[in-house]
């Protein structure tokens, strides 16, 4: 989607903000947010894709305006209810339901600190790459109106494959619910002045990785 | 960072976020989805244990070890892996190697991708809509707001992070460090070297 999230190349987001002796949180509650994310990413009701697409539905002025863990805790409280974990009335009114589903087994310790993301391996011989390192592709000019990660500044641009990362799973039908339709992804490097024009440094390149259903040959 | 210090008379709901993140704790914990041990021991994983110190073990041992920093820049994930630091958010690592003509800045554009288990997690600036919308664009002025100027003849390669590999950089080990071991020169790297948002300095004398 053509969201506020898809920041590359945006002006006037002012000076970046940067701290000396940063704690790991700056609030208990932002600890507890993250700590309650990774322990319902644990019950595997949602992709990470999907997590991040839920982030990016925010309303814009919302997500500018929030910092990063009410960012989290605004999606978890719209997500907890769509993957069934509570029911609006819960949610509301802070209270189980008499006879509400309860998680069998429940989470232990173990399961949350352990919990391993499914990734595909990316050297899966029966997945062949349409590209190869070298060879010059353009980023098509896509729109999705769901989640995707081709940035908007790349859409249209040539570049050349630098390296090929192997096997990896979609971004854009694994958020949808569509399956991870693995396929190769690379690293494709744009030089700076392909991306921003003539002021850009001639020498200077962004490297962004892309998937094969994001490129064409150039 | 203290916008909800004020009266919060007129405020309308949602609100405090402290009490909707209790409410919801108390909620999945009575149903059985979370175990507030388990949080306990999740933030106390991220606020002790995990953190750039890792990163900075694997820096040291590059710069003292060219077969090790060989293996590192050819298959970064099974080189860190032999010093047992992959875990989530950092299955696929790459390291990218700064030098006196090449520097190398990572970012993630589209949302705050970082790698966990060598950095910790990702520090405001990182995150900030600043960051991440003038990297790409700009990136000789973000570093010259980070204190590093840049000369025209360097090359700078901006990396974002748009997929489920995870980048760290290698930054240049300071002169004035030959007699130095690798725990000694651990404690040299920082956080924002490892981004690229930073060169090192030498051991102060």
């Given at each position: 989607?053509?969201?506020?999230?898809?920041?590359?190349?945006?002006?006037?987001?002012?000076?970046?903000?940067?701290?000396?002796?940063?704690?790991?949180?700056h609030h208990a509650w932002e600890g507890r947010v993250y700590a309650l994310d990774r322990s319902l990413a644990a019950h595997q009701r949602w992709t990470l894709?999907?997590?991040?697409?839920?982030?990016?539905?925010?309303?814009?002025?919302?997500?500018?305006?929030?910092?990063?863990?009410?960012?989290?805790?605004?999606?978890?409280?719209r997500r907890v209810v769509r993957y069934g974990?509570?029911?609006?009335?819960?949610?509301?009114?802070?209270?189980?339901?008499?006879?509400?589903a309860k998680a069998v087994p429940a989470l232990t310790v173990a399961?949350?600190?352990?919990?391993?993301?499914?990734?595909?391996?990316?050297?899966d011989p029966s997945i062949k790459p349409l590209f190869h390192p070298g060879q010059r592709v353009r980023a098509r000019n896509l729109h999705p109106a769901g989640h995707t990660r081709l940035p908007r500044y790349a859409r249209g641009k040539s570049g050349e494959i630098a390296r090929d990362h192997g096997v990896h799973d979609f971004p854009d039908?694994?958020?949808?619910?569509?399956?991870?339709?693995?396929?190769?992804?690379?690293?494709?490097?744009?030089?700076?002045?392909?991306l921003w024009g003539e002021a850009a440094s001639p020498r200077d390149s962004v490297y962004i990785d892309l998937w094969d259903d994001y490129l064409e040959p150039a | 960072m203290s916008a909800h210090d004020h009266d919060h008379e007129h405020q309308a709901v949602p609100s405090?976020?402290?009490?909707?993140?209790?409410?919801?704790?108390s909620l999945?914990?009575?149903?059985?989805?979370?175990?507030?041990?388990?949080?306990?021991?999740?933030i106390d994983h991220f606020?002790?244990?995990?953190?750039?110190?890792?990163?900075?073990?694997?820096?040291?041992?590059?710069?003292?070890d060219p077969a090790f920093k060989q293996r590192l820049l050819a298959d970064a994930s099974a080189a860190i892996a032999e010093l047992g630091l992959i875990s989530h958010q950092g299955e696929h690592m790459i390291a990218l190697e700064n030098t006196p003509s090449v520097h190398n800045l990572v970012v993630c554009t589209l949302c705050s991708c970082y790698p966990w288990p060598l950095l910790g997690l990702p520090p405001v600036w990182y995150k900030s809509t600043a960051y991440r919308s003038r990297a790409v664009i700009d990136p000789r002025g973000v570093l010259r707001e980070f204190g590093l100027e840049l000369s025209d003849d360097v090359e700078v390669r901006v990396w974002d992070s748009t997929a489920e590999v995870r980048y760290i950089v290698i930054p240049e080990r300071p002169a004035g460090t030959e007699s130095l071991g690798e725990d000694e020169l651990a404690e040299l790297v920082t956080r924002d070297s490892m981004i690229g948002a930073a060169k090192l300095k030498g051991p102060r004398r």
């Open positions: 989607m053509n969201g506020v999230h898809d920041l590359g190349g945006m002006h006037g987001m002012g000076p970046i903000p940067r701290e000396e002796n940063e704690p790991v949180f894709d999907a997590w991040r697409h839920d982030i990016e539905l925010l309303p814009p002025a919302d997500y500018l305006r929030m910092n990063y863990y009410e960012k989290w805790l605004a999606a978890m409280e974990f509570l029911t609006p009335e819960e949610l509301k009114s802070g209270k189980a339901a008499r006879d509400s399961m949350a600190i352990n919990y391993k993301r499914n990734l595909p391996s990316p050297r039908t694994s958020a949808a619910g569509l399956g991870p339709k693995r396929q190769h992804l690379y690293s494709v490097r744009f030089a700076a002045r392909e | 405090d976020p402290a009490l909707r993140v209790k409410a919801l704790e999945l914990t009575e149903k059985g989805y979370v175990d507030p041990a388990a949080l306990d021991a999740l606020e002790t244990k995990v953190g750039p110190r890792n990163g900075a073990k694997v820096i040291a041992r590059a710069w003292v």
